[in-house]
């Protein structure tokens, strides 16, 4: 069995086993090898040049094979970024009401003190009314859950569950593949039927494009299944426009296709996979017809699907994380990843499935995070779990039994919930609670700064230490800090150090250096260090076609079609069709089905504040189709009011071919003070969650549209 995550647990002696790198003073001209520390499947690879101690200019690695060379534009004008005139630079005390943006500087001392104080006298009461909120904002292992972590363990605050990404997706693979594993990116270059499912990679995924591309001027056929004629849909050779939510059903229909044509690889199914028998029943009550209808396509289009992906070899499926944002994600992505089983696909170098790399990288996260510090009660009970993507009620519930004491004090970093979490009517009252003591750590005064107690200044990547795995390729990359911290800016790192100070926690793990916190990361047999060191990254040892003789790292080494462990969270073991929370419906009161991908320009809600890359997007939109937009007496380039009876959204509306019938796209994520009267497309998307991996359902929104005189 391949031996990918394998437990790790915390193991000291290794870790000081390693050799320290030898801190060298900042180089004022140099060229320094980094990472691009966005939430993003392609971690590339940077090079930033440094002249006089200022970062001039920041470019792509060539020598870094996936990065090639090439940025995308929003990092690619990372230090307008790191020099905008308006990064947070002292700590900041919150002067007016809350939500309202009036601060005032303060001394580091004064704010750390308060903050500790404020911190102590709450969890005297019950420190799980204290909770962390982070997400993204850096995907860097030491400046992401490191000291960060170790200090809301020791404290025994509330546990946040990372949700809101991709936690319905991995959770699907676990019970699939035994972990987030598939076919390396760069073998897709020589794929001849690549299937582009749930993935705007143009937008999102730039370098798995390239290699895209790559295969398309070999001649393999480019295939797109996403509700949006995205920049990407356009540029494949077939788009099918699916209604959100019904992947699962296409998948099925392309099933009953293999079935009863007996396009199946038998020997591969017998050999490597579990539950096939129950999977074919369930896949026999799918004929295309009703797949079709499920879908809002036409039957001939699975048909066509179907034909060439039991007929063309290799064949691939570059998944990503746009299908698992509905009601039924998990059990979609479990079907699609059950598919090239079906067809043998695995036994060949480029072909097989891809929706995360991350499952290959020997994080010790125990190591970093420490969750041996937790305090625990005399019945093992460790600190309670609050989900990050319904903060919004969590926020507004008072102490109960069932829920534990209300929250009283939030410390966010890394992550912008105001702007970002789902139902922001509901999570800004929270945040604007004047009971609520909020600390937010940021680079900017973002929408969530706005109701912060104290808003406190972090680095940016040009100016820290980290490491980094990534979810696309399977490198690990070394960041060096290129630039003395602006201002009083300090690593997250090192401001937790200091508040655990202040608390008192004396725990030599709160002294580690960043650089040595890099050396933890990894299970050092695995991560060539040296090679870190000298090159800015380093290949993990992955097998070319890791699944051609099964070996997923499943109990078994098989991929599983029937997984029973699925019985005990009162799921189906078989993957199932699983319609939306709030399904396309036009006899609804709100007829229309809202998806809100990214808009390119931005990720998630950083870099909207940016000029030139928001001058770019220009305005918050929604797209409509014609036949919609005409129903409605709305026109393009009118304000619309996007709404149901969670919120409004005001934004402008394109109407256009982007948009299929019955579809809207809100494009995200706007800072809702950049946006118009204060809105985001947040406003209408709801707190329901994912059948696995308690996830939010943002593309599973029903909403109607109107136009604003
Ligand atoms: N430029 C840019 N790049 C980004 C980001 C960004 O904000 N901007 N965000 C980063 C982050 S955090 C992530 S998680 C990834 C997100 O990138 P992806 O993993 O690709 O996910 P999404 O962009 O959410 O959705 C991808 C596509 O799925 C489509 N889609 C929506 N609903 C459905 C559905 O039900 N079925 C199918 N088949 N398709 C559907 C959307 O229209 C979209 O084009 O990208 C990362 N990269
Ligand atoms: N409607 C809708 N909502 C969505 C999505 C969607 O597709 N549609 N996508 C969802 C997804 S996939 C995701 S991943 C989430 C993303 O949500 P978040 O993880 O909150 O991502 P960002 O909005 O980029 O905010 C990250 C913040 O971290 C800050 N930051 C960056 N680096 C550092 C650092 O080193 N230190 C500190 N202290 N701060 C730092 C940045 O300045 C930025 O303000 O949004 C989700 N929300
Ligand atoms: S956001 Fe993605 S494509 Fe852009 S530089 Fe970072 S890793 Fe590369
Ligand atoms: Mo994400």
Same mark, same amino acid.
């Given at each position: ?496 150090? &200091?508040?655990?100070? #202040?608390? +008192?926690? $004396?725990?030599?793990? =709160?002294? @580690?250096?960043?650089?040595?916190? *890099? ?111 005409? &129903?409605?007496?709305? #026109?393009? +380039?009118? $304000?619309?009011?996007? =709404?149901? @009876?969670?919120?409004?959204?005001? *934004? ?58």
């Amino acid at each position: 069995m391949l031996a990918v995550n394998p437990p790790t647990p915390y193991r000291a002696a290794a870790v000081n086993a390693l050799h320290t790198p030898v801190s060298q003073p900042l180089p004022n001209d140099a060229v320094v090898r980094g990472a691009c520390p966005h939430d993003c499947p392609d971690t590339c690879a940077l090079l930033t040049t440094v002249a006089d101690g200022v970062a001039v200019q920041v470019r792509g690695n060539p020598a870094h094979p996936a990065t090639d060379g090439v940025l995308c534009t929003k990092v690619s004008r990372y230090t307008e970024r790191t020099y905008h005139p308006e990064r947070v630079l002292t700590p900041l005390k919150r002067v007016g009401a809350k939500g309202a943006g009036q601060f005032e500087p303060v001394s580091w001392d004064e704010a750390l003190d308060d903050i500790a104080n404020r911190l102590k006298a709450i969890a005297r009461r019950d420190p799980q009314a204290i909770l962390p909120y982070s997400y993204a904002g850096t995907m860097g292992l030491v400046q992401g859950e490191s000291i960060a972590a170790r200090f809301f363990n020791r404290l025994g605050a509330s546990q946040l569950d990372r949700t809101i990404c991709s936690s319905a997706g991995a959770t699907a693979l676990a019970y699939t593949y035994g972990a987030s594993v598939g076919m390396r990116i760069e073998a897709f270059a020589d794929s001849q039927l690549i299937i582009i499912w749930g993935s705007n990679a143009i937008g999102s995924n730039l370098h798995f494009w390239r290699y895209a591309q790559a295969a398309k001027r070999k001649g393999a056929k480019l295939v797109c299944i996403d509700p949006r004629r995205t920049e990407t849909a356009e540029r494949c050779h077939t788009h099918l426009a699916i209604l959100p939510g019904t992947d699962a059903a296409l998948a099925f229909g392309l099933m009953h296709e293999l079935i009863t044509n007996d396009w199946l690889d038998h020997a591969y199914i017998a050999a490597h996979t579990e539950g096939w028998p129950a999977l074919k029943a369930r896949a026999l009550q799918w004929p295309v017809e009703r797949a079709a209808a499920t879908c809002g396509i036409d039957a001939e289009e699975i048909k066509r699907l179907a034909y060439d992906y039991a007929h063309t070899k290799p064949a691939a499926i570059r998944l990503n994380y746009g299908m698992q944002r509905a009601r039924g994600g998990g059990n979609a992505v479990r079907a699609v990843a059950c598919l090239p089983a079906l067809v043998g696909a695995w036994r060949h170098t480029s072909g097989g499935f891809l929706l995360s790399s991350s499952g290959f990288f020997p994080k010790q996260r125990a190591a970093l995070e420490r969750p041996d510090l937790r305090p625990q009660s005399d019945h093992g009970a460790v600190p309670r779990v609050i989900n990050m993507s319904t903060i919004g009620a969590d926020l507004n519930r008072p102490a109960s039994p069932s829920f534990g004491p209300a929250i009283e004090a939030l410390v966010v970093y890394n992550s912008n919930p105001v702007a970002v979490a789902p139902d922001s009517p509901q999570v800004v009252s929270g945040f604007g609670r004047d009971d609520l003591f909020t600390v937010v750590l940021e680079h900017f005064q973002t929408d969530t700064a706005d109701y912060a107690d104290y808003v406190l200044p972090a680095t940016t990547q040009l100016e820290h230490w980290d490491i980094h795995a990534s979810y696309g390729h399977t490198d690990v990359l070394l960041n060096r800090p290129t630039i003395a911290p602006r201002g009083q800016a300090k690593t997250n790192t090192e401001i937790f150090r &200091a508040l655990a100070a #202040r608390m +008192g926690f $004396t725990e030599p793990c =709160f002294s @580690d250096t960043d650089e040595t916190l *890099c050396q933890q990361a990894f299970a050092s047999d695995a991560v060539d260090w040296n090679r870190l060191l000298t090159d800015g990254f380093a290949p993990l040892a992955v097998p070319q076609a890791p699944f051609a003789n099964g070996q997923f790292p499943t109990p078994s080494g098989k991929c599983l079609f029937e997984n029973s462990a699925l019985l005990a969270i009162g799921q189906d073991p078989v993957p199932d069709y699983i319609p939306n929370w709030e399904p396309v419906d036009p006899a609804a009161r709100y007829p229309l089905a809202m998806i809100s991908p990214p808009a390119r320009q931005f990720l998630n809600s950083t870099f909207v504040n940016v000029k030139s890359l928001r001058d770019i997007e220009q305005t918050p939109v929604v797209e409509l189709s014609p036949v919609d937009a005409e &129903a409605r007496g709305i #026109r393009d +380039g009118d $304000t619309v009011d996007v =709404f149901n @009876d969670r919120g409004h959204y005001v *934004c402008v509306a394109r109407v256009g071919g982007r948009a299929r019938p019955g579809v809207v796209n809100g494009l995200g994520i706007w800072w809702r003070k950049l946006g118009l009267r204060g809105t985001n497309v947040n406003e209408v998307t709801s707190q329901a969650l994912t059948d696995m991996g308690r996830a939010p359902t943002f593309y599973d929104c029903a909403v109607e549209v109107q136009r604003l005189d």
